[in-house]
């Protein structure tokens, strides 16, 4: 890595008193938009307001994530211990290390040279489950259409939809009823779900013997580190002779006499909102008056034995003695089993030991979002189970990374690849560790160890995509080829038959899962769609009637049964697919591993000509079309290509090749019209030494990209491609440039390229640009504009024909969280949507048009439903204000000049202030504080900083009034000049 130049920008802060806060700003390397001077610093925004946030509260060491660079993981173990430093966790054969490290070390540690990535080991404010999930189902059946709509008696569970045929499974399964998932374990990395379920009981060998569903059922955070529920402090001891014993109060009744480790479980540990919905009450008893929530346990360490008291009687030695699942599968149960109630009284649990740290772990099974998924993927009828999963006999490893600190994420991912019962990894990942991270390069710590990890152990992982439509929103975590992002499919007779919806189209994009392509550094993704939306679990200790299991005049679910949506529910499907082939492939001795199952799938996948190839990759999952590619495979691998694009976005000169990535991606710099050429090298690192020839295609072409009809390509030696674009209209254009020889299956190589052609404001038309697309519903669209810089304010107005077409902005740096949410009505009409100090650079205005209809049954809406037509007229300001100083005779004068779009406006003045300003110098990757006192009664405080276009300035703001600082706004977009502002402050002063 080049090293980083040190420059010293001035910046000016301006500190408007209002709130008792600490004034946090941060430098990092200057930038400019499209720049090749330098990469990103090892901590990226996200980590820096960590690091911002820990200085304020006085910290004194952190926990830290590191990649280190091949091979040097024992130079950066040195260096964290000599800094005094301690190594939590160290993995030299994938060179990861999470260590606790003093603050005002981290830039000696990082100096070391051994470092490729480093991140903050934080964790969610939220539960680790948390995507959207609905329940919406209906009975159908052969005579749907002459029943339509269904009785609100009907039988929910009858005749629910399959994605079978979607996904071109029904025909294979038939042919090859015994592909069923049999012999096949797939770890499960989310919340541990509800395993008492009875479609969670059996699963089968690949000789058909029977096993239990659950293969392992384990958490993977830290007791030291993380305030998970589930882990319960054992340091204490307790000796009895008589087989008597006292603990804090409590008298029990030991197993035998001797010496045990005890301790106590607590059922009030989770929140009121967390994702388990269990509020506060383990075993189902409405916590009574006087209850305190507490459970004893009891470890017999010697012989690794844990007894919990599940019914609080203090009774030990009438409770079974249990080992960690995974030696012994051994379940318990809090709460009582009543056949009768259709509500379950009951949550299952296991055991988990750390005799390192001496703490045991109560592993629920609890979490809705998890169970909702499995269900799609596992789902077994036998023994007396209610419907059918896509693969019925695949076992599952359920290892849960509780609030999501990133190490706890990351030690689930090592043991799901670690472990050689497990055939491939299902990662639900959350979105609140990851959605900061905007540069979505692949380079974020669990990034690179995702991709070391399958590297290393070839088992394929899917992970799903954002959960939100807008370009190049495909998650940070797939990044490199060895992953598999989801994107969410619903075909026609899905929405049909759960929702009453008939659309336009057989192949749609899911609502709520999107995921559009490219990666931020134009990669391929999504990799696959995959459907959507089917039948899933839910707790079965939840009752539907409360959690909105009824669709009024269309069904009324059970308890225990759902349908969740979003690339959550259609990364399990694209799971079993690879389990389908994965069971077929053991059974008939056909060669497999992850790299040869990834090309069946992507090879395999239908594409959707109405899509653009950026919303879908490769296209939607096709099963039998990916055994057919994998059963050719048998005596031969498929040959691996790497390539390199141009990138321009705002970010893309962070990436660690500037400007460049695996795919071509341009958001910036393109309007209708313009014409240029460009270029992609790829380099064959497989196969003969000898030259060989590919033809050179497309898919998904509009006509905007042209190339070479063919290539020699040597072996391990650069070959560059040229490339002609000629944008014709406005909006993303996108294709996918596909390699192919004649001698082997289906495309050997694809590329995605990207174009998007922005709506520019220019002073011909007085800086006002005017739009229309028609929006498919259920579907989304965009409008881009291209933004200049110093700007004062974006305004948006749209025009909405009688729909409710949920409306957003993205920002240039990929941030969706950049701008309120606006939300219509049913009938439409007009809004207008604003963004104050936008950043420079090309804009998404983001029009999704599906979330009313996904929520309500109508049975006279149209058929088919109908496009949305929408128009905009967007508009640009900037105001630029000189004053004369006034004295005490003359007051100030201010002259106001407007130098873009016309607008009504007048000077208004405000509430006095009280102001502090400073012009500090500021040095790379340094952070300075000011403090604020804040006065009773003040309406709000604020602050800004300026400086130089070309550097790149954070603010953060913390209220510090309370025991520890909080983050109260935070600005960080890319460019010097920054403004944070909070209302209605609390007053008083700050702790540092």
Known sequence: MRQKPNLKPLARAIILAGLSLIVSVSVRQPTSRIDATDVRSFFYKDSRADLAQAKANGVQDVSLVFAAKRGMNGVLALAIEASGGTLRVRDDAINYIRARVPLNQIDVIIQSGAVESAAFNVGSQKSAARPFARTHLRPTDSEFERQWPPRQSDFPLTHPFSPLHDMDADEFQRAHPTFDGRGVVVAVLDGNFDFLLPELQSAMTADGAAVPKLADFRISTDPTENRSPQWVNMSAQVTSADGKATFKGKHFVLPHPGTYRIGFFSERGWGEDDAAYIHKDIDRDGNPPGDDGLFGVLWDESHNLVYVDTDRSGDFSKKNAMRDYRAAHQTGVFGHIRPSRAVRDSIGFAVQTDPKDKYVAIVVGIYQHATSIVGALAANPRPHGRFRGIAPNVQLASISYGVGPLGAMIDALRMSFEDPKIDAVLFEWDYELFGRYLLRDGHNVASIIIDRLAQRYQKPIFIPGDNSPGLALAAELGMHTHAIIVGGYESRDAYRRNLGLFTKYQDNLHWGGLSHGPGANGALKPDVLAPSGSLGLDPGYRDTDTIGGELKGLFHLPPGYGISGGTSQATPLATSAAVLLISAAKQTHTPYNADRLYYALRNGARFIAHHQAYEQGNGLVDVAQAWSILHQLRDNSPLTFVSAAPVQTVNSNLFQTPNIGPGLYEREGWNAGMQAARAIVVTRTSGPVHRMRFQVGWIGNDGTFSGPPSVWLPLNAPTAIPIRIHVRKRGPHSALLTLNNDQM????????????????????????????????????????????????????????????????????????AAGEWSRGSDEGGERTLVMPRPMAGVWELVLDNSFADEMSYDPDRPRPLLDTHVSLEARVYRAEIDSTPGTKQQPLTFVATNTLAAAPARLVGNSLASVFQAAPTIAQDDLQEYAIDVQPGSDSVGAAVSSAPTTDLDLYLFNCTKSKCSLVAQGSSRGGNELVVANHPSAGRCLR
């Not at 289906?746 to 052609?757: E, K, L, P, W």
């Not at 709506?759 to 229309?772: C, M």
């Open 745 to 816: 299956h289906g495309a050997q190589y694809r590329v995605m390229t990207t174009i998007v052609a922005a709506n520019e404001f220019d002073e011909a038309r007085g800086f006002v640009v005017k739009d229309s697309i028609d929006v498919a519903r259920p579907g989304d669209g965009g409008f881009f504009l291209n933004v200049p810089s110093r700007v004062n304010v974006l305004k948006a107005t749209i025009s909405v024909e009688k729909a409710n077409v949920l409306a957003y902005w993205i920002s240039p740096d990929g941030n969706e």
